[in-house]
């Protein structure tokens, strides 16, 4: 595919991670083995495929779907001997790689001959990587231990080990009173949540207004259609339906996201945490960034603008309704950056689908609105400020926006595998550089690409100059041990407090004494007679940040928290490793199989299994004996929590 499909990309990146999480296998393998030798074996695979789905051969192509790989998980004792032999292909043209690809369908057969490096072996493991795809693309990684002392073996992907099963059941807890969680509270604070990712895609769609691929548009569009039409009524009926097109055109972007929920209820917690997928946001924001200071352009293919053109001259709705496509793609070099962050932002936060659809009808409604008030009003038009040079300015500040946004993405693959290299102070550091630089440029110290002849300074120009300098200065004691100030303003987007380059007392929020194991914390509060505050977390949950530095330090919610509740912390997105004697399998009750690998492994799928959710902030109040004392609670206000903690306390000295 064409370097310059950039959204297209990010689609299909995204698209190829999501679904190699999925749940639903359109592959199922079983293995054989055949004695060649005292040392030498063919391990067998084979594979019933799901009608329509293809599997790819060891031989596909580069740049396209992932070829299929064969590996061992033993090499110490086992040396795979050249590729497997396989079975019937079939090869076909994609229109997404745009080069022909080889796969199977139906079923598949290989035959990977292997040496014994060590005899006295008796199991061999395998691995199998790969991808089969249909509509969207499933990433297989598929571990196999067979057995060499009896008849041929294959994994059974339903059943796991006696340790496996002695961990499971520690997850599974014995609540009380479980039907207390039901909380009314969780379904007002998703309803904030989503109107505020809609306002959001709503400045995102003012700006993207303000930019020189948009801005132009507006009088010649509306012009065409007050003066194209036979009736003045009509030609407002032509531009209502145009601005209606342009939402569902946006909003229709975030449907195929919808399907993550149903494939993983942990899915969408796996996607914002991913490392690489979160480095990869990083760079594709920087890359952006740069586009808006005028180094280059991206842009879709120029032929479906073409296209779509051409489809505009149809009449009556259907040509409207391509007219609003050709819009969305002809500005795709200033939307797209916009977008971008848009579609990283929703599916990197709680919510996830939800949020992108808000956030996508924020933005189409931001950009409709115009073509429609403009018809209703053409005498507006006259007001418009001409195009010029305040447009590229638009760009360049944006660009900087993008590029500090970028490090967000970046401190949460850091975060997660406690790199230690986005502490909260060099977090806020980069920050502070890079509003200098915005700074210098609305000053006109700096020049990019784009930018006109000088001329004397605006107001506005010096207005939003001292704006971001005042910013800047409120970011300072962000770097200092004892800040003179907390970044209220800014909660949840640098690292915590605690994440700091300097000494801390504890690694909880706020300094407070919290416990990072189920079962240790369960302990204390038996040990205290203290009751618990389950809060399920995340390194990159920015609501939990918000939580933790707008409402945990008000002081009567701090004292409860310090005084009254053994606070127990649960990390869903650590990455660090489960040493390997606590590394174990997790059988589901739809049959397939977790591996429990990490911290965050572990302490999802336990807030999944007992609570039946996957969001965070998450807050359960339980006693020592797991008695449930109050209704689940998420992102919400200081006097609201403080009610619940109140309540729960009340029901637990009840008892």
């Known amino acids: 595919m064409r370097n310059n499909i950039i959204f297209g990309i990010v689609f299909l990146f995204i698209s190829n991670f999501v ?19 005292e040392t030498e074996y063919d391990i067998i695979f084979e594979a019933k495929i799901l009608k329509d789905w293809h599997l790819y051969s060891q031989y596909n192509p580069d740049e396209a779907s992932l070829p299929l790989e064969i590996s061992s998980n033993d090499p110490d004792n086992i040396q795979i001997l050249g590729k497997a032999t396989e079975s019937k ?52 990684n598929e571990d196999f231990n067979i057995s060499l002392d009896g008849k041929a073996t294959h994994t059974n992907p339903r059943s796991i080990d006696e340790k496996s ?17 039901a909380s009314e509270t969780e379904i007002h604070s998703e309803d904030g949540n989503l109107l505020n990712i809609f306002i959001l895609g709503f400045i995102g769609g003012l700006l993207a207004l303000l930019t020189p691929c948009v801005f132009p548009m507006i009088p010649l569009t509306v012009s065409f259609f007050t003066k194209s039409a036979q009736h003045k009524k009509k ?12 939402v569902v055109i ?49 842009t879709l293919p120029s032929s479906w603008g073409d296209k779509m053109d051409s489809a505009s001259s149809i009449g009556g709705i259907i040509g409207i309704f391509f007219m609003a496509l050709t ?43 115009p073509f429609a008030l403009f018809a209703l009003f053409p005498n507006w038009l006259n007001s418009l400020p001409k195009s010029g040079g305040w447009l590229n300015t638009v760009k360049v500040v944006l660009g900087f926006l993008e590029l500090a946004f970028a490090f967000k993405f970046l401190s949460n693959a850091d975060l997660v595998e406690h790199w230690g290299l986005l502490k909260r102070e060099v977090f806020i550091a ?90 240790l914390g369960l302990t204390i509060a038996k040990a205290e007679n203290k009751p618990i505050l389950l809060d399920f977390t995340g390194w990159a949950c920015v609501n939990c940040r918000k939580m933790e530095e707008n409402i945990w330090i008000d002081p ?24 390997e004697d606590k590394q174990f399998q997790f059988l589901r009750k739809n049959g397939t199989i977790k591996n429990i690998k990490t911290i965050g492994d572990q302490w999802a799928t336990f807030q999944a299994v007992n609570f039946q959710t996957s969001s965070q902030p998450y807050y359960v109040l339980m006693s020592p004996d797991l008695e449930i004392l109050n209704s689940a609670i998420q992102y919400t206000d200081v006097s609201s929590y403080q009610n619940w903690l109140e309540k729960g306390l009340t029901k637990f000295n009840e008892k």
């Not at 200098?436 to 207005?463: E, M, N, Q, T, V």
């Open 19 to 37: 679904f190699g999480q999925t749940e639903e296998n359109p592959v199922v393998w079983k293995t054989a083995f055949k004695t060649i030798s």
């Open 89 to 140: 292909t079939y090869t076909g043209y994609s229109d997404v790689w745009e080069k022909d690809e080889i796969f199977f369908k139906e079923s598949a057969r290989l035959v990977q001959r292997i040496k014994l490096t060590n005899t006295n072996i008796t199991t061999v493991k395998m691995n199998l990587f790969g991808q089969v795809c249909k509509e969207v693309c499933i990433n297989i």
């Open 165 to 181: 099963k002695k961990l499971s059941a520690k997850l599974i807890l014995d609540l009380k009173n479980k039907e207390r969680l």
């Open 235 to 246: 030609g407002i009926g032509n531009a209502m339906v145009y601005g209606t097109f342009i």
């Open 250 to 298: 946006y909003v229709l972007l975030s449907i195929p996201f919808h399907t993550l929920d149903t494939i993983d209820p942990e899915i969408l917690n796996t996607i914002s945490t991913n490392v690489w997928l979160n480095i990869f946001f990083f760079a594709i924001l920087v890359f952006f960034a740069f586009s808006f200071f005028g180094y280059y352009e991206i």
């Open 327 to 369: 819009l969305a793609i002809v500005s795709f070099s200033c939307t797209g950056p916009i977008l971008g962050s848009l579609l990283a932002g929703s599916l990197t936060s709680d919510g996830g689908a939800m949020q992108l659809t808000a956030g996508m009808g924020g933005f189409g409604l931001a950009l409709a609105l």
């Open 430 to 519: 980069l920050w502070i550089v890079i509003f200098i630089g915005l700074a210098l440029y609305l000053c006109k110290r700096i020049k990019f690409p784009h930018d006109g002849p000088d001329k004397k300074l605006s107001f506005p120009r010096i207005s939003f100059a001292v704006l971001v300098i005042s910013f800047v200065i409120y970011l300072v004691p962000g770097t200092f041990k004892t800040p003179t100030w907390n970044l209220n303003l800014l909660s949840g987007f640098p690292p915590p407090q605690f994440y700091s380059i300097y000494e801390q007392e504890t690694e909880c929020p706020l300094g407070l004494n919290c416990y990072k194991d189920f079962e």
């Open 556 to 579: 009567s919610i701090y004292n409860l928290l310090s005084d009254k509740y053994v606070l127990i912390s649960l990390y869903v997105d650590d990455r660090k490793p489960l040493p």
